[in-house]
């Protein structure tokens, strides 16, 4: 009897560790996937988003540490983003030149500059973001941590619908459409394609950086190397997922946030076999929405009429 | 000093004169326009006429501000004008319906509207911009449905929000380039003749680049002609006769030249297609269910508005599409055009944009020329390539066909549209059995001479015996060359006849799938 009671909890520990871990690991997605939609609405792709999700990360943990401010930090890394935003933009504009290869070197530059600025700050602590603790009414220390909610989580909330209403109801927004679907038309209309692209570009940038800034300062809370494991990249798929609609990629991002959280959820209940399995499951998730997504015989709807061509 | 009228005393006020003064443009060294003078009266309707390449595109664009002349005036109202984009010439009342849509296809039509505005708000009230949508409709000379995505619309609409969008912008003249090239001849004349209402009624000034002597002489007033970058004569259109215009657009006095037909005894079917479907791209129907024959020394023409599943039949037919389902036979056998199957059948096409369908651009003009017989005797032996008998064919083959090109090395991306096209057919044509020819709009875009051309060598194919199946969007072309013409709306067949005995206006019906 006892055993079997143990059993359920654990079983419901799973879930609630699934559940925590899909805010928690949910966050960084959101915000990579809500700037390269905001990118590939305007009609580019930027992949080197893994890079500045990189350098967001470093960019966050480093200020977070030098100044004491963890919310400087954020605004540091959605700055460092923009930067490396500027070089993609004005890079991946250029005649003949493919958006693609651009955002592949810009991965390696952004992997690279947050390697060697970050080497200092890998041991030291740094000032974690606050928490809102949704979980204090209940004993359970599992619930309660599963409960801390990272106030980034509820920004990048608020800013999928807020990007909705933006693509509808602003002039702005229309432009953004208008230059991802049609530049010919945009043009036609005089709006400078290259201008929408960048401030697109910059602005998506600046969006990836802050969901860096929620890897090193949130969770897992801590600057290494290796800390994006490819959630920049997984983002672009994300986007292809959600059809390039903001309400959308907030809800893909809740799915991959939940499929990173399995292996660490069953490894807390004791489950070791296939544990490397469990973690990869974010990956074969991309792996088969790239599968069942893709089709020889037809193309997707609601991509963007120019998505990823030069003119 | 610039001073914009406010909108709604616009709106009783007269179209402003518009005056083009000694307007030249030079692209490096080639004179595009030279020196080009005209005049536009207001409240009339100005066709402006010339060959392909004689600069028409290139005056309205100096004029809407998309390039800076090199010298000339624009005079708005007796005023000198400086336009330096399309945005200056919104506001001094000048609007330009393209060729081509230039509506974005993921918006609806009221955001299509919206967007063009200069002055539309930053935050959009939708309700407030519907009211004043619907208000706007309410008077509009057509109806286009406000909430519909510009991509499910049919051409006919999309061109009709183009000119509508104009009229909202409050635009007092309006150019339009070739604006009816993608309608069937009565959403033409519905539109043309809606627009010669307004002009009628002086609210508004047009200048049409139109290639079609039939619109140009029923709806225009006034005609300018340009050739070769300069002015060729200006005239009423009730005082010129289509061969005077003709004669100003070429210089010389020409009649077309009449294709002569070799009657054909015995007729062996060639091709047979049997229930064919085929889809889109995106997923979606594009061929439903389409069965036709062609036979020897016949040319069967395919008639119809761009996107209505032609393309997807040529391209199933030369290999680029697999189909849902159906029969290709070709000499009664099936037939899923494969390299092996196109040799033995002798089957051969001459596809739409052919430097992309038909040609590698950056391998030279001989190569190209090669492509269906490089791998055999006796341009190949074994597995070695004989570059000195390609290079000797693709020589002959270039005087034969009288391509313009600087040596058979070129890359076959460096020539003209004209000449890739006579490269093409030369290699199509070449061969000395054909049984089957597919071409799909094989003169589009060329000048009178190219297609002259190609037009006699289709028929000569045809005399000896040659299976045609010909899919034009000009309709001339197509009651001019074919023996037989069918209509495609909606991926199904919807006429078919003799050419001798169709009735045209049954085939302009049938375009518009009533």
């Known amino acids: 009897m006892a055993a079997e009671a143990t059993q359920a909890i654990g079983w419901w520990g799973v879930l609630l560790a699934i559940a925590a871990g899909t805010m928690r690991g949910g966050t960084p997605f959101l915000f990579v996937s809500l700037g390269e939609c905001l990118t590939e609405k305007s009609g580019k792709i930027n992949l080197g988003l893994e890079g500045t999700l990189l350098t967001g990360a470093?960019?966050?943990?480093?200020?977070?540490?030098?100044?004491?401010?963890?919310?400087?930090g954020v605004i540091a890394a959605g700055i460092a983003g923009a930067l490396l935003g500027v070089i993609h933009g004005w890079l991946s504009q250029q005649p003949r030149v493919n958006?693609?290869?651009?955002?592949?070197?810009?991965?390696?530059?952004?992997?690279?500059?947050?390697?060697?600025?970050?080497?200092?700050?890998?041991?030291?602590?740094?000032?974690?973001?606050?928490?809102?603790?949704?979980?204090?009414?209940?004993?359970?220390?599992a619930l309660q941590a599963a409960l801390q909610i990272t106030p980034l989580f509820l920004l990048g909330l608020a800013i999928a619908p807020v990007m909705n209403w933006f693509f509808r109801s602003t002039r702005w927004?229309?432009?953004?459409?208008?230059?991802?679907?049609?530049?010919?038309?945009?043009?036609?209309?005089?709006?400078?394609?290259?201008?929408?692209?960048?401030?697109?570009?910059?602005?998506?940038?600046?969006?990836?950086?802050?969901?860096?800034?929620?890897?090193?300062?949130?969770?897992?809370?801590?600057?290494?190397?290796?800390?994006?494991?490819?959630?920049?990249?997984?983002?672009?798929?994300?986007v292809i997922f959600a059809r390039w609609n903001p309400i959308q990629c907030l809800w893909a991002s809740l799915l991959f946030g939940g499929a990173q959280a399995l292996g660490p959820a069953l490894q807390s209940v004791g489950i070791?076999?296939?544990?490397?399995?469990?973690?990869?499951?974010?990956?074969?998730?991309?792996?088969?929405?790239?599968?069942?997504?893709?089709?020889?015989?037809?193309?997707?709807?609601?991509?963007?009429?120019?998505?990823?061509?030069?003119? | 000093m610039t001073t914009v009228i406010a909108p709604t005393s616009i709106e009783i006020e007269q179209p402003p004169e518009l005056e083009v003064i000694n307007m030249t443009k030079r692209f490096g060294s080639l004179v595009a326009l030279d020196n080009v003078s005209m005049l536009i009266k207001p409240g009339t309707f100005h066709a402006l006429l010339g060959e392909n390449g004689a600069g028409k595109s290139t005056l309205v664009k100096c004029i809407m501000g998309f390039y800076r002349a090199d010298q000339g005036d624009v005079l708005i109202g007796k005023h000198s004008r400086q336009i330096e984009s399309p945005r200056d010439a919104q506001k001094y009342g000048i609007g330009m319906v393209y060729q081509h849509?230039?509506?974005?296809?993921?918006?609806?039509?009221?955001?299509?509207?919206?967007?063009?505005?200069?002055?539309?708000?930053?935050?959009?009230?939708?309700?407030?911009?519907?009211?004043?949508?619907?208000?706007?409709?309410?008077?509009?000379?057509?109806?286009?449905?406000?909430?519909?995505?510009?991509?499910?619309?049919?051409?006919?609409?999309?061109?009709?929000?183009?000119?509508l969008k104009q009229l909202y912008l409050k635009s007092k003249i309006l150019i339009l380039d070739e604006p009816t090239s993608v309608l069937t001849p009565d959403e033409a004349d519905e539109v043309l003749g809606l627009i010669r209402e307004q002009?009628?009624?002086?609210?508004?000034?047009?200048?049409?680049?139109?290639?079609?002597?039939?619109?140009?002489?029923t709806f225009a007033d006034e005609v300018t002609v340009l050739r070769k970058g300069k002015f060729a004569g200006h005239g009423t259109v009730k005082d010129l006769t289509i061969a005077d215009m003709a004669e100003m657009m070429m210089g010389e006095r020409r009649e077309p030249q009449k294709v002569a037909k070799v009657q054909q005894s015995d007729r062996l079917s060639i091709l047979q297609v049997t229930d064919l479907h085929a889809n889109k791209d995106n997923g979606l129907a594009a061929v439903k269910g389409v069965s036709l024959t062609v036979h020897g020394g016949e040319i069967v023409g395919i008639a119809g508005i761009s996107g209505n599943g032609q393309k997807e039949l040529v391209e199933v037919l030369a290999g680029q599409r697999s189909p849902i389902s159906g029969q290709v036979l070709v000499n009664?056998?099936?037939?899923?055009?494969?390299?092996?199957?196109?040799?033995?059948?002798?089957?051969?096409?001459?596809?739409?944009?052919?430097?992309?369908?038909?040609?590698?651009?950056?391998?030279?003009?001989?190569?190209?020329?090669?492509?269906?017989?490089?791998?055999?005797?006796?341009?190949?032996?074994?597995?070695?390539?004989?570059?000195?008998?390609?290079?000797q064919m693709a020589q002959d083959l270039i005087q034969q066909f009288k391509v313009k090109t600087p040596s058979a090395e070129t890359p076959i991306g460096n020539l003209s549209g004209g000449n890739v096209q006579r490269a093409v057919l030369a290699r199509e044509l070449s061969s000395d059995q054909i049984n089957l020819l597919i071409a799909a709009n094989p003169c589009f875009g060329l000048d009178f001479g190219a297609v002259e051309f190609i037009h006699g060598q289709i028929v000569e194919a045809r005399n000896q015996g040659v299976a045609v199946l010909l899919v034009s969007e000009d309709l001339d072309e197509l009651l001019a060359l074919s023996d037989r013409i069918i209509v495609i709306s909606g991926g199904q067949f919807a006429y078919e006849s003799q050419t001798e005995t169709a009735d045209f206006s049954a085939i302009s019906h049938s375009m518009a799938g009533h």
């Open chain 2, 332 to 391: 009664g056998e099936p037939y899923t055009a494969t390299r092996v199957e196109m040799f033995k059948h002798k089957v051969f096409a001459l596809p739409e944009e052919p430097l992309r369908n038909a040609c590698v651009p950056h391998m030279s003009v001989a190569e190209n020329m090669a492509l269906r017989t490089f791998d055999r005797p006796p341009q190949a032996k074994g597995f070695l390539l004989i570059l000195k008998t390609i290079r």
């Open chain 1, 272 to 311: 070791k076999e296939g544990y490397y399995l469990f973690n990869a499951a974010p990956y074969i998730l991309t792996l088969f929405i790239m599968i069942f997504t893709c089709s020889s015989k037809k193309m997707i709807s609601g991509a963007p009429g120019a998505l990823g061509t030069s003119s």
């Open chain 2, 199 to 217: 002009v009628t009624a002086e609210r508004l000034s047009v200048l049409i680049i139109s290639h079609k002597f039939r619109e140009v002489t």
């Open chain 1, 99 to 141: 958006d693609v290869a651009v955002g592949i070197a810009m991965i390696i530059f952004g992997s690279g500059i947050a390697f060697f600025f970050g080497k200092p700050f890998i041991q030291p602590k740094a000032p974690q973001l606050p928490t809102i603790d949704l979980g204090n009414w209940s004993d359970i220390p």
């Open chain 2, 101 to 163: 849509f230039t509506s974005v296809p993921a918006m609806t039509v009221a955001e299509n509207l919206v967007l063009s505005r200069l002055n539309s708000p930053g935050l959009i009230n939708w309700n407030e911009e519907y009211a004043k949508l619907n208000a706007f409709m309410a008077n509009a000379p057509f109806q286009v449905p406000l909430d519909v995505p510009i991509s499910q619309l049919a051409a006919g609409q999309k061109q009709k929000l183009e000119i």
């Open chain 1, 173 to 238: 927004g229309l432009f953004v459409r208008a230059v991802g679907d049609s530049p010919e038309a945009a043009r036609a209309m005089g709006v400078s394609i290259f201008k929408v692209r960048m401030l697109s570009i910059i602005a998506g940038s600046f969006l990836a950086g802050i969901g860096g800034a929620s890897l090193s300062l949130y969770y897992p809370g801590l600057w290494t190397e290796r800390i994006s494991s490819g959630q920049g990249l997984m983002a672009v798929a994300l």
């Open chain 1, 58 to 72: 470093m960019t966050a943990y480093g200020v977070s540490y030098l100044t004491g401010s963890p919310w400087l």
